[in-house]
């Protein structure tokens, strides 16, 4: 299975229009039929928009009732709802991930030079308190949140906010100009970064804003808020504490994901504007719950007891697969297949951007990253980690990619010490102290720390691994498990030796977030000050970076100016290229085939569903079309 973009996908058509609806009467779940019939909720033709969305199923048409229930873990989990429950941008990615198709939005229109994209809404539509969803609330967002000077508070990433502007034409027409051209745009928006545009209702998030609220502090202190900026951030961003913030969503959330409650709940959406082919409105399902977990140890006792109906969020690993297998029967689910969009399990990124000159120096020799690199035994790693699935790797575009590059994947994997010693005693590291760890060429013993996040089990034993590895080369890797937090303040601090994480951007998450190929972002811990320099040339911590850095930053701000999926294409390869040429970044093992456990009962659960974060898998599948079956 190769998976490609298509022309839709690279915005380069003028319009994504939305198929026509058909005419015919539609029908609504039982509970929400009495409702109406109390004269306590509107009637279905009052609460659809006068053009829903028909989502056709992934197996059959569904049938009404059941609740899903999956696990959360900790307090901060926000994670694992964006996937399931509040994927619903303007423009989504289809379950193939080949396209963008209309979601929220009907319909948009986009300019050959990708610098103008007008949205035409569905008339009707409303939120899930009733109240209209209209263009007023894009413009809210846009103008009120995210280029607002006094906000304080996170902005969704993947936007350049300085390069856009946004207008409310109408009530149903909202319009996106930008300064200058990016062919990324629609794709940013499909991604799991495009929600947020939909999520911040106006009528119910001004209230924490002084322009409109002049008591919008004393608002945010009464809900334990320290200023109204930060009200705004915890309440109507991407975070699930406030369960009274109206939604768009295909369930409305009961209780808030605060750290109190141990289950969060949600309860269908009245309002929600998708129905089946023979007009049922969307969800099937009643509810959700999600169980808040203190480890993902107690996560997998979930899933093997069976309490878990669909989820592949902490336990999925290659480690836990042999007893969830095992577990089948009497847990009553199955398992389905997934397409990790990641292309490692474990990649190596050495500072190259260190404020020490001497390692600056020593990381920044392409013939020591590639000696380090054919001193590692992926085989082992496979054999001993993975049970023997995957394949040596590095950080480059999986098989599955239409940029897949065999040279590019393979170099400096296969396993050769004597080969890598003879590499660093031709560069210059050829002199050991009396413990036999190598010198630099300035005299200093060769010793690299690193910090690996506590919670990332697999990431720990394949660095245990490498320090026994590089130890045969005479470098001495000081591995210390720490606290996730302290990892991220450690490199995003520009003080690290060397910085370890999985490999995002192995499929159509690399066109996005090429982070591993060229220092692009705050996650570039291989040049991080280098990436500094891309996001803001006059920011703190940036530096100019060489030629070939700078570079691949070139050509990925003409990839993001064309509407030309062709010119895209052409202008990627040439940014892996230099990625290629430059080796910045060791890779371990490509991972294998993921999974996700699925309740038996379950119907139209995705099979071989790509699953990465920019497109985050389950949602595009459009899981409001779960259903229980007989």
Same mark, same amino acid.
């Given at each position: ?28 779940? =039982?509970? @929400? ?23 056709? =199923? ?49 319909? %948009? ?11 035409? @809404? ?178 997998? @006792? ?15 690993? %290659? ?32 500072? @190259? ?18 000696? &380090? ?34 040279? /590019? ?63 045969? &080369? ?96 052409? &202008? ?12 910045? %970044? ?23 569903? =790509? ?14 079309? /779960?259903?229980?079956?007989?």
């Amino acid at each position: 299975m190769t998976l490609k973009r298509t022309a839709a996908l690279a915005a380069a058509l003028t319009a994504i229009l939305a198929p026509a609806a058909f005419a015919q009467d539609y029908s609504q779940a =039982p509970d @929400l039929e009495a409702q109406v019939g109390a004269g306590t909720l509107p009637p279905l033709a009052e609460r659809l928009p006068e053009v829903p969305l028909v989502l056709e =199923p992934l197996e059959e048409v569904g049938k009404y009732g059941g609740t899903w229930r999956s696990a959360l873990k900790g307090t901060g989990d926000n994670g694992w709802i964006r996937r399931t429950l509040a994927y619903q941008p303007l423009l989504a990615f289809d379950y193939e991930w080949s396209k963008v198709i209309p979601n929220i939005a009907e319909s %948009v229109e986009a300019n050959e030079e990708a610098t103008e994209f007008t949205f035409h @809404l569905r008339k009707g539509h409303k939120w899930s308190d009733g109240e209209p969803f209209t263009a007023a609330d894009l413009a809210f967002v846009f103008n009120d949140m995210m280029k607002n000077p006094d906000y304080s508070g996170e902005r969704s990433q993947g936007f350049d906010w300085a390069n856009m502007t946004g207008e409310a034409l109408d009530e149903t027409t909202f319009r996106i100009t930008l300064e200058r051209p990016d062919g990324l745009l629609l794709q940013q928006i499909a991604s799991v970064n495009g929600p947020f545009l939909v999520q911040a209702p106006k009528h119910y998030c001004s209230q924490f804003v002084p322009s409109y609220n002049p008591d919008a502090d004393k608002a945010a202190k009464a809900r334990g808020f320290d200023s109204w900026s930060q009200a705004l951030e915890r309440i109507c961003f991407t975070y699930f504490t406030d369960e009274k913030r109206p939604t768009l969503n295909a369930w409305r959330q009961v209780t808030p994901y605060d750290g109190v409650n141990q289950l969060i709940e949600f309860e269908r959406n009245p309002y929600f504007f998708k129905v089946d082919p023979e007009g049922q409105q969307l969800p099937y399902l009643d509810r959700v719950t999600m169980v808040q977990s203190e480890s993902a140890e107690d996560i997998l @006792l979930k899933v093997i007891n069976g309490e878990v109906d669909f989820s592949n969020r902490h336990f999925a690993t %290659v480690t836990n697969k042999p007893v969830i297998y095992d577990s089948q029967e009497a847990g009553d689910y199955r398992l389905v297949s997934t397409i990790d969009a990641r292309m490692n399990t474990g990649l190596l990124q050495l500072n @190259l951007t260190h404020e020490d000159p001497a390692r600056r120096e020593l990381y920044q020799n392409r013939d020591f990253r590639a000696a &380090l690199s054919m001193g590692i035994d992926r085989q082992e790693i496979i054999d001993v980690i993975y049970a023997g699935q995957g394949e040596p790797f590095q950080a480059a575009p999986r098989p599955e990619s239409e940029f897949y590059n065999e040279e /590019f994947a393979k170099q400096y994997t296969d396993f050769d010490p004597d080969k890598a010693n003879e590499m660093l005693d031709a560069i210059g590291l050829d002199k050991r102290g009396s413990d036999g760890t190598r010198l630099d060429t300035h005299g200093n013993p060769i010793r690299i720390q690193l910090y690996t996040p506590s919670d990332q089990v697999e990431l720990n034993d394949i660095a245990q691994l490498v320090v026994g590895y590089w130890a045969d &080369l005479g470098i001495d890797l000081d591995q210390r498990n720490v606290e996730r937090s302290f990892v991220y303040e450690t490199f995003q601090s520009n003080k690290h030796d060397l910085h370890m994480w999985w490999g995002d951007g192995g499929l159509g998450d690399a066109f996005l977030d090429p982070r591993y190929y060229f220092p692009l972002n705050n996650e570039s811990a291989f040049g991080y000050k280098w990436a500094q320099w891309y996001i803001n040339p006059e920011g703190a911590g940036a530096e100019e970076p060489p030629e070939a850095p700078r570079k691949q930053m070139e050509l990925y701000n003409a990839l993001k100016a064309s509407a030309d999926p062709a010119e895209q294409a052409d &202008l990627f390869r040439q940014v892996l290229d230099i990625a290629q040429e430059q080796f910045w %970044v060791i890779g371990t093992v490509l991972p294998a085939e993921g999974y996700a456990v699925a309740k038996n009962n379950l119907g139209n659960v995705p099979e071989a569903q =790509p699953y990465a974060w920019i497109y985050p898998q389950p949602g595009p599948m459009g899981t409001s079309q /779960f259903f229980y079956k007989d």
